[in-house]
């Protein structure tokens, strides 16, 4: 599915009224979990470098860090449907704003909805994978191909066992991203 030139310029477009707004609220932004000494300022450093595949890799380990699955490196849906709402709006907030609205949990979340909100491997998640750059020429891309992907193909790296993405964009939706 194409995407017209009013699509990619609403989902590019800063959140804020401006993007004085935009700076100042994410200079403002507490960058420390709710789970004692973890801090999501090397994701921030990183973001702000544009070292967005350090940054992808940064985000699985601080999530997997949050809830406790540093050995194991995945998160289950049980981690994923209690994963602390203040934590995964930081790590938004930061992917939408260093990205421009081209990356984030909130950007991909817009598009799964836009594809039919698909809880199961069918052609409304083949689409899905397609728009966010996950997907292409019918088949599934490579990690190494995804980070130089089209808008919202990032964070990309948590490995959330495929469809669990969708459990993912549920809580996002109770988080309010």
């Given at each position: 599915?194409?995407?017209?030139?009013?699509?990619?310029?609403?989902?590019?477009?800063?959140?804020?009224?401006?993007?004085?707004?935009?700076?100042?609220?994410?200079?403002?932004?507490?960058?420390?979990?709710?789970?004692?000494?973890?801090?999501?300022?090397?994701?921030?450093?990183?973001?702000?470098?544009?070292?967005?595949k350090?940054?992808?890799?940064?985000?699985?380990?601080?999530?997997?860090?949050?809830?406790?699955?540093?050995?194991?490196?995945?998160?289950?849906?049980?981690?994923?449907k209690?994963?602390?709402?203040?934590?995964?709006?930081?790590i938004?907030?930061?992917?939408?704003h260093?990205?421009?609205?081209?990356?984030?949990?909130?950007?991909?979340?817009?598009?799964?909805?836009?594809?039919g909100?698909?809880?199961?491997?069918?052609?409304?998640?083949?689409?899905?994978?397609?728009?966010?750059?996950?997907?292409?020429?019918?088949?599934?891309?490579?990690?190494?191909?995804?980070?130089v992907?089209?808008?919202?193909?990032?964070?990309?790296?948590?490995?959330?066992?495929g469809?669990?993405r969708?459990?993912l964009?549920?809580?996002?939706?109770t988080?309010?991203?």
């Amino acid at each position: 599915e194409r995407w017209t030139a009013q699509q990619v310029l609403d989902a590019v477009r800063p959140r804020s009224s401006s993007s004085r707004d935009a700076l100042s609220s994410i200079e403002d932004l507490d960058l420390t979990s709710v789970r004692p000494g973890i801090s999501y300022y090397k994701l921030r450093d990183l973001l702000a470098a544009k070292k967005w595949k350090e940054a992808d890799r940064e985000t699985a380990e601080r999530m997997w860090e949050v809830m406790g699955r540093q050995e194991e490196q995945w998160l289950r849906v049980e981690d994923i449907k209690k994963f602390p709402c203040k934590d995964l709006k930081i790590i938004d907030k930061l992917w939408v704003h260093y990205s421009q609205g081209k990356f984030g949990f909130s950007v991909q979340k817009k598009i799964w909805e836009e594809c039919g909100s698909p809880t199961g491997y069918n052609d409304d998640w083949e689409r899905f994978g397609e728009r966010v750059g996950w997907r292409s020429g019918g088949s599934w891309m490579s990690y190494s191909r995804v980070v130089v992907g089209p808008m919202a193909s990032l964070p990309f790296w948590v490995e959330l066992g495929g469809m669990d993405r969708g459990v993912l964009f549920s809580r996002a939706t109770t988080c309010k991203l």
